[in-house]
């Protein structure tokens, strides 16, 4: 199930730069947060899954972006190889970048809930505070406050 291309920006809104945007993601940073924010708009194909999470990389390393929220209400499951490619290339750059605090606003698809929770799992043992939600204000506000 896509979701609409227009998203509404968190309440109370802040000023926030479009990064990347096509059919598939949208990508935002927010300077004075130093939050890099997607939303998938359906399930994206595994060169744009990776340009996204690239993407999200160089504002990691350029910002010391340390807050990270992946709205992913309009995915379904991980490909096998995105998410080795994921683990061993993107998860070593922006941790080194300075990642520390994940928003993850689930799936709607069940596989994508399960995933979701096993990947906080997963990151979590390597220092990353996650925060699972359903609702897109509320995991933005937890991490605003990190």
């Known amino acids: 199930m896509a979701l609409p291309k227009v998203q509404s920006e968190p309440t109370p809104s802040y000023e926030r730069k479009v990064i990347l945007d096509n059919e598939f993601v949208t990508l935002w940073y927010y300077p004075r947060l130093r939050i890099v924010h997607h939303q998938m708009l359906k399930a994206p194909s595994s060169d744009a899954f ?19 929220m992946s709205d992913d209400r309009a995915n379904t499951v991980l490909r096998e190889a995105d998410e080795q490619w994921s683990d061993s290339v993107w998860l070593p750059r922006v941790l080194a970048g300075g ?3 994940w928003a993850i606003v689930l799936p709607h698809a ?17 220092g990353i505070f996650s925060h699972i939600d359903t609702s897109p204000d509320d995991a933005f506000e937890w991490l605003r406050t990190r």
Do not use: C
């Not at 990776?50 to 990270?68: N, Q």
């Not at 069940?110 to 390597?126: E, Q, S, T, V």
């Open 50 to 68: 990776r340009e996204l999470l690239t993407r999200g990389a160089d504002l990691v390393e350029a910002h010391r972006a340390a807050k990270w």
């Open 99 to 101: 990642f520390k605090y």
């Open 110 to 126: 069940a596989i994508g809930k399960l995933n979701m929770h096993r990947l906080a799992a997963d990151h979590a043992r390597r």
